[in-house]
């Protein structure tokens, strides 16, 4: 292995395209501690460890895997990346049913640049919409410097106007980054930015679960360890989850359903091309992390509406009951919910981006067909039921991969953001975009004729 990454850092291109993503990964990081200016750190450490946001603090925290950043610390990139993926989905479900988009898409690389362009456009939209109801939410709770509140309470309306400016600029910046990494460094930047974002919290949520081991020493880690302490047999279920989950996303990551084609023989001059048997690869899992990222956000609304409902009406227990099932993680109609949205999101995110008519047409206009399927809807009938099967498979790892946190902090009582740091959704973002950028590094090497990193 050592061998194999001296050989990464002699190819002077593959270096300095490595360099520069690490680099600016660093510039990421460094603006990720930068606060705003008008807010009061200590109060808003204070507010968010004592639970004080309520059902917004689990909103926030769960965004914060999915947008490189961390809300209960208002920073110059506080909204982190979730606007831009935010316009980057709803343009990707637009150009699927509106025309004048389905047809620009068409028009090739042309096309993506326009949708791109009207990408930026949207992101800055959702980044000033979003800031501006951050700030709000900010000031309304106290945590605001004295000096920046006005007479009445309220921020003063230039200030305000200074941090929604600063948050905006803050996430188009780290578009830009994303975009810098995808021309000239490596891999996907968008996704890296994601990834390094988890990677960072991953040590301090470590350092929360070995806490006991330090504070009590060996007898912290005790078997048999209560709520108060770790305990070895947790450590152990906890080192095995971790292993588990990495298993499990490569293997659904490579997982392909190999459909055997033939290409029709024709003849030229002397000479007989074609006539070669193929296979046509699809993917267990085509819809990645999305359906997760779909279903939670979904799931994020009404148990706020629900929250700021009961609070209005606190002497109503039904309004109460139907408000824990929406916010609890650990209950019963919650993971219910979670499964059902992300099998249905799988099926929605799959029949957007993989059409089998098109499929079968590209196959038909190349000459190859599918054995014992006659070209046209008949081979696009039994793409179409292939990736039904499969597109379940993928659906149920997804759906275990995102609940076992649940099961795991239930069963062995630790908290449920440490569990799903380690064996959640986290783990599988990060592990599958290292495995995306591992498989990147190779393609460079290949084309060299050295030997890949996963050989």
């Known amino acids: 292995m050592w061998e194999k990454l001296r050989v990464v850092f002699t190819i002077p291109e593959l270096r300095t395209k490595i360099l520069l993503t690490l680099g600016l990964l660093a510039i990421y990081r460094v603006g990720f501690w930068i606060p705003l200016p008008i807010v009061n750190t200590a109060e808003m450490e204070k507010f968010f460890s004592a639970g004080g946001a309520g059902g917004l603090g689990g909103m926030l925290e769960q965004v914060a895997t999915f947008s490189a950043t961390q809300l209960d610390q208002a920073t110059i990139f506080g909204l982190g990346i979730m606007p831009y993926i935010s316009a980057s989905i709803i343009f990707q479900l637009l150009s699927s049913v509106w025309k004048p988009l389905e047809e620009l898409k068409k028009e090739g690389e042309s096309g993506q640049k326009k949708i791109n362009e009207y990408t930026r456009y949207a992101t800055v939209i959702l980044c000033m919409g979003q800031s501006w109801v951050y700030v709000g939410f900010l000031a309304a709770k106290g945590l605001v410097r004295p000096e920046f509140m006005n007479a009445d309470g309220g921020l003063y309306f230039s200030w305000y106007i200074v941090a929604v400016m600063t948050m905006t600029a803050g996430t188009v910046f780290l578009m830009w980054l994303g975009e810098q990494i995808d021309e000239f460094g490596i891999g996907n930047g968008i996704s890296l930015l994601i990834m390094a974002g988890i990677l960072a919290r991953m040590p301090s949520a470590g350092y929360k679960l070995l806490k006991p081991m330090f504070d009590g020493g ?18 152990i279920v906890l080192i095995a989850l971790f292993v ?15 459909i055997p084609t033939q290409s029709a023989k024709h003849i030229r001059g002397r000479r007989a091309y074609g006539g070669t048997k193929q296979y046509l690869p699809l993917k267990v899992n ?48 919650y993971n219910i919910l979670y499964v ?21 047409d590209n196959l038909k206009s190349h000459g190859t067909f599918i054995p014992g399927y006659r070209p046209g809807k008949r081979t696009a009938d039994y793409l179409e039921k292939v990736m039904v099967r499969i597109t379940y498979v993928g659906a149920g790892f997804l759906a275990l991969v995102a609940i076992l946190p649940t099961i795991v902090a239930n069963g062995i009582n630790i908290d449920y953001q440490l569990a799903s740091f380690y064996g959640g959704t986290g783990l599988l973002i990060a592990v599958s975009v290292a495995f995306d950028l591992v498989q990147k590094i190779d393609s460079h090497l290949v084309m060299r004729n050295y030997r890949g990193l996963l050989e």
């Open 218 to 235: 060996w007898k912290g880690m005790s078997l048999g360890g209560g709520s108060s302490n770790m305990g070895v047999e947790k450590l």
């Open 244 to 258: 588990a989950v990495i298993c499990g996303v490569v293997f659904i990551t490579q997982g392909q359903r190999r």
């Open 286 to 333: 085509q819809a990645g992390v999305m359906p997760i990222i779909f279903a939670s956000s979904l799931l994020m609304f009404p148990g706020l509406i629900l929250n700021w409902l009961a609070n209005q009406f606190p002497e109503n227990g039904i309004l109460r009951d139907i408000t824990t099932a929406f916010t609890n993680h650990a209950a019963f109609l």
């Open 340 to 360: 059902l949205l992300i099998f249905f999101f799988c099926y929605f995110w799959t029949a957007i981006s993989f059409n089998p008519k098109d499929v079968s």
